[in-house]
């Protein structure tokens, strides 16, 4: 019989989509972070229910030749990343292997999946971080959370954030608790500074800060953002943004450019972007690169096409895909978005571009125009159904599909396929490394 807080000698025939090792002690499912598949260990059950339960690895009695030691100190606690202990090329692995069965599984979809895509050095990547900050025993805190908590890990250093953010953490910690600056509290629903993001453009020379607050008064900000600046002179903007709700949503819609414009700007493939704070900007600029290189040789463009980038951001897709369409056309929800798009055209004198605020629900079945390609970027939950009809209804001719969810991904190619197209061809490409995070780009023809 298995029991809470029992210790139990298992092997790990398996890994979950997060990254957990899968065991079995009488028949019954135990995930473990950390574990690998192949590997022995003594595992204690820390919380279980009906079906399953959640186990801490205690010893590793057989090691997988697979496992590399974590290079990130706070790699036990935070929530940041959770496949450091997998070596590189086991990390590629992973995602392909997932990314094929979700498919079968999920989606009935039988398809060889390419190896993923990968990068040359897979750390110092990621040109984002959101860091809340928090009071603790007194004390200033500012890091990532800890996985399914709110609880903060204060961390000294990161390594899939640009080095230097470690050392801006550590100045936003430090001039906090010098100018005493009100930090926000989840609990009580008080205080001012809810926490600070970083941007920077693809070769980490020019950064963007936007510091979060629940209201508009903040005392100390012009004394922050004189040090600030002074230290970092990559610094291109610093914006206060003001978000008073009860929510787990990071930026509120309210904001105010305290240093330069509310404007980072980037060259992705060739092409100069404006990218506003609140705008989605993909978080591995290398990787981008290989993505949308991958998409558009998956759209197949000669030149004649009529091309709709839906769900299309500041316009990245759309721009990289206009010199070999005839015409392509934007839909996205984000109004500051559209507004750095359409910035973004005319910046780099693409004259065949357009970009239409609104959502991809709304606009494509209103469009005057028949796409010859879709190429589709939807967020996490996927594409509508009814976005999937209009196009099934319109009997576009190829379909290319980034995802960055494979579960929604199967649904949706799931019915694409039952409504007349074949899914072609599937390649990760491993835009979040030391995360179980897949990113991956598919091709569908109309049968
Ligand atoms: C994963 S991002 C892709 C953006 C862009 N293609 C890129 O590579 O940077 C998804 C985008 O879809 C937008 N979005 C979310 N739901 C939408 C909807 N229903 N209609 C239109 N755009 C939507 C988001 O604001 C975001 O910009």
Not at 171 to 189: C, G, N, P, W
Not at 232 to 239: E, S
Not at 314 to 323: Q, Y
């Amino acid at each position: 019989m298995v029991e809470k807080n029992g210790y139990y000698e298992v092997e790990f025939t398996d890994l979950t989509h997060d990254a957990m090792g899968v065991c079995k002690v009488d028949g019954f499912p135990i995930f473990v972070k950390d574990a690998l598949k192949g590997e022995k260990a003594l595992i204690k059950l820390v919380r279980m229910n009906k079906n399953f339960g959640f186990g801490r690895l205690i010893e590793i009695k057989l090691e997988s030749p697979f496992r590399k030691v974590p290079i990130c100190e706070h790699y036990q606690t935070c929530g940041g990343c959770n496949a450091m202990h997998m070596n590189y090329q086991t990390q590629l692995d992973f995602k392909r292997h997932r990314t094929s069965e979700t498919l079968k599984r999920l989606g009935k979809i039988d398809t060889e999946v390419n190896p993923t895509i990968g990068m040359n050095n897979p750390y110092y990547y990621r040109n984002k971080a959101i860091i809340p900050f928090a009071k603790r025993n007194g004390k200033i805190v500012g890091g990532l959370y800890k996985t399914r908590s709110h609880d903060i890990v204060n961390i000294k250093r990161c390594h899939v954030f640009p080095k230097l953010y470690s050392d801006m953490i550590r100045f936003f910690r430090q001039i906090f608790t010098e100018l005493d600056v009100s930090i926000y509290d989840e609990a009580t629903h008080e205080g001012l500074v809810r926490g600070v993001m970083f941007r920077s453009d693809h070769k980490q020379e020019k950064y963007a800060v936007t510091i979060v607050t629940t209201g508009t008064r903040f005392p100390q900000r012009d004394i922050i953002v004189k040090r600030l600046i002074e230290r970092y002179p990559g610094i291109v903007n610093v914006v206060q943004n003001v978000n008073g709700d009860k929510t787990n949503v990071f930026l509120g819609s309210k904001h105010k450019v305290l240093h330069g414009k509310d404007v980072l700007e980037d060259r992705l493939l060739g092409m100069d972007y404006d990218i506003s704070h609140r705008a989605f900007y993909q978080i591995n600029p290398a990787q981008t690169e290989a993505l949308y290189t991958k998409a558009l040789k998956y759209a197949g463009l000669t030149g004649e096409e009529v091309v709709i980038d839906a769900f299309s951001g500041i316009g990245t897709i759309a721009m990289s895909a206009a010199k070999q369409a005839r015409e392509v056309i934007g839909i996205e929800v984000v109004k500051d978005a559209v507004k750095n798009a359409t910035q973004n055209a005319k910046k780099n004198n693409l004259k065949n571009v357009r970009f239409i605020h609104g959502t991809v629900e709304d606009v494509l079945p209103t469009l005057d125009v028949k796409p010859d390609v879709v190429i589709m970027d939807p967020p996490r939950k996927g594409v509508e159904k009814s976005v999937l009809e209009t196009l099934v209804k319109n009997k576009v001719k190829r379909l290319v599909y980034v995802s960055c969810n494979v579960s929604t991904l199967a649904r949706d190619l799931n019915f694409l396929q039952a409504n007349g197209y074949d899914v072609k061809e599937v390649t990760p490409i491993d835009m979040f490394p030391q995360t179980s995070h897949i990113e991956s780009v598919t091709r569908l023809d109309k049968r």
